[in-house]
T-cell receptor, first 112, second 114 residues
């Protein structure tokens, strides 16, 4: 089946540093979503991307829908301790009913 | 206020004892999903309802069933839980199917099987 390759798998950074993570696929996606999941909680939507090339910001977060429609990245600027968690990309493949394909997640740790 | 509500947040059951997890939504969305998430893994779709139409994923075990008595509520029934069914169970909703329809998740129910 279709897969998303999300990297890096984990990151350990210092507070104040910028963070970048990305997802790639071998096939085209119509929609890219970025979620954050805190321990013991459900995923919370951060950013939704609908068009190739779209660049969207949400506070310190910025995400882009790749021109080829096969990739997306998420940047976090000036990280703070509450950014800790697991970040998942999720995409809706072209021609699909809308079921999401999830990446394996990026676990972010921030040292104060 | 929470829009996708899961109860209970934590559930402990015994091996083989049936258990039901509950999800309700205030969004009036057409679609409700159930996911299983094991530690350090991505959520795995079990099934979804589009209105009253049930759609099972091909690899979802028969041990897992679901009911949607009305638009607002959806239940996950595990008929005979095994130790391997211990996981976080996530409910999600979306307005519709197809591109651009965002899924909103509940806080999850952590299931332990003793």
């Amino acid at each position: 089946g279709q897969q998303l390759n999300q990297s890096p798998q984990s990151m350990f950074i210092q507070e104040g540093e910028d963070v970048s993570m990305n997802c790639t696929s071998s096939s085209i996606f119509n929609t890219w979503l970025w979620y954050k999941q805190d321990p013991g909680e459900g995923p919370v939507l951060l950013i939704a991307l609908y068009k190739a090339g779209e660049l969207t910001s949400n506070g310190r977060l910025t995400a882009q829908f790749g021109i080829t429609r096969k990739d997306s990245f998420l940047n976090i600027s000036a990280s703070i301790p509450s950014d800790v968690g697991i970040y998942f990309c999720a995409g809706q493949p072209g021609g699909s009913q809308g079921n999401l394909i999830f990446g394996k997640g990026t676990k972010l740790s921030v040292k104060p | 206020d929470a829009m996708v509500i899961q109860n209970p947040r934590y559930q402990v059951t015994q091996f083989g004892k049936p258990v039901t997890l509950s999800c309700s939504q205030t969004l009036n969305h057409n679609v409700m999903y159930w996911y299983q998430q094991k530690s350090s893994q991505a959520p795995k779709l079990l099934f979804h309802y589009y209105d009253k139409d049930f759609n099972n994923e091909a690899d979802t075990p028969d041990n897992f069933q679901s009911r949607r008595p009305n638009t607002s509520f959806c239940f996950l029934d595990i008929r005979s839980p095994g130790l391997g069914d211990a996981a976080m169970y996530l409910c999600a909703t979306s307005r519709d199917m197809g591109p651009g329809n965002i899924q909103y998740f509940g806080a999850g129910t952590r299931l332990s099987v003793l």
